[in-house]
């Protein structure tokens, strides 16, 4: 194998092998603290851009299977491993993890020491970083920040039959599993592009509306919000991830980014009103702040037990809720799958009750 380089803009130098495609790769460093779900994770259109670190120190002992990617075609920009397990052992097992970096285009570094890795993201915040053969001595300088969330949604709508309510999913960079979430509580779902405007969903006739989960700063979609807000005053809706912040923002709220995210299935977030702590699955960079909500239009439904954060917003008056976890959780706990399957029953028994736009 050959030698390759990590090399963050802060001037830090991480040495390894490298595996998977055979090109240069510039991406936002972060790390995931999973101990399993790699499939899942490399597939997860959130992380476009992104150099993902793992910090569980074995990546591919159960090898990549046909059933767990969370989109056809992965949009991170890298991986980063401790040790790479070349003979996975799994009966669902069809190829091997550094195979299918090689198949899906995307570049990694193997036998980092990504503990001292992760310790830096964490010292430094995140960072860009150079993933290639050669020492990155001149940084290389990007014009402005891609707009991701174009690149991962779909081009033109999706139609999946089915014989319970109708639900919209708005794809900002949907994981399978949420559609497959969706299907098996019986939704018949129509994915549509994120530029999809409340007209054109109204002409759709669905029961409830998804804002999905996805990639970058919400507030590149700025002038999308005045449609969401239509959209979820309209119709019931349910917002995941990036959905949940840009439901937040569509009403006045703000955002931040946080100094190296939440990225792994072990995040506790504190549900407010049983005081019961779930754990669930998270990937994100930004959070709603605290001080920008509008409490005469929204309660804070979940924090987060480490930091605190803002991790839930119901509306007071229409039936709009958000998470800024994945109650799907693939890969992670199943704590909070209820979510999905409340907002499910909700539509349902809501039937053809529309909502009057302000």
């Known amino acids: 194998m050959e030698q390759g380089y990590l090399t963050l803009e802060t001037g830090e130098l991480f040495e390894g092998v490298l595996i998977g495609a055979e090109h240069d790769s510039l991406g936002e460093v972060v790390f995931n603290t999973s101990m399993t779900g790699y499939q899942e994770i490399i597939t997860d259109p959130s992380y476009a851009g992104q150099i993902i670190t793992f910090c569980y120190p074995l990546i591919g002992n159960y090898g990549i299977n046909a059933l767990d990617n969370e989109s056809i075609t992965p949009a991170l920009a890298g991986v980063v491993i401790g040790d790479l397990c070349e003979t996975p052992s799994h009966y669902q097992s069809i190829e091997k993890f550094s195979e ?3 198949q899906a285009g995307v570049p990694g570094l193997a036998g980092v020491d990504t503990r001292l890795l992760v ?3 964490r010292s430094r915040g995140t960072v860009k970083g150079y993933l290639g053969r050669e020492k990155a001595i001149a940084f290389p300088s990007q014009e402005q920040t891609p707009f991701w969330v174009e690149k991962v ?5 999706q139609f999946f039959k089915n014989r319970g309510p109708h639900v ?3 794809d900002f960079g949907y994981k399978k599993s949420i559609l497959t979430a969706l299907l098996a509580e019986n939704c018949a779902v129509t994915i549509v592009p994120y530029h999809t405007t409340f007209e054109q969903i109204k002409s759709i006739q669905p029961d409830g509306v998804l804002f999905s989960n996805g990639p970058g700063d919400p507030m590149a979609l700025k002038k999308w919000f005045p449609e969401y ?8 809706t349910l917002g995941i991830c990036l959905g949940h912040q ?4 569509a009403y006045g709220a703000k955002t931040e980014k946080l100094t190296y ?8 977030v504190k549900e407010l009103a049983t005081g019961k702590v779930k754990i669930t699955a998270q990937n994100h960079s930004y959070v709603v702040i605290d001080e920008s909500i509008d409490s005469k239009v929204f309660e804070v439904t979940y924090r987060n037990v480490n930091d605190r954060s803002i991790e839930g917003l119901k509306h007071k008056h229409y039936p709009i809720q958000s998470v800024q976890f994945h109650p799907e959780a693939h890969p992670g706990p199943s704590d909070t799958e209820y ?5 499910v029953r909700e539509i349902a028994s809501l039937g053809e009750t529309k909502y009057a736009v302000k």
């Open 261 to 268: 995210g939440h990225r792994g299935g072990n995040h506790p």
């Open 100 to 102: 299918k970096l090689k």
């Open 168 to 170: 919209v999913l708005v």
């Open 339 to 343: 979510i999905l399957t409340g907002f």
């Open 229 to 236: 807000k239509k959209i979820s005053q309209y119709f019931p």
């Open 153 to 157: 949604s779909t081009k033109e709508q």
């Open 246 to 249: 840009l439901i937040a923002l």
């Open 119 to 121: 310790k830096t993201i």
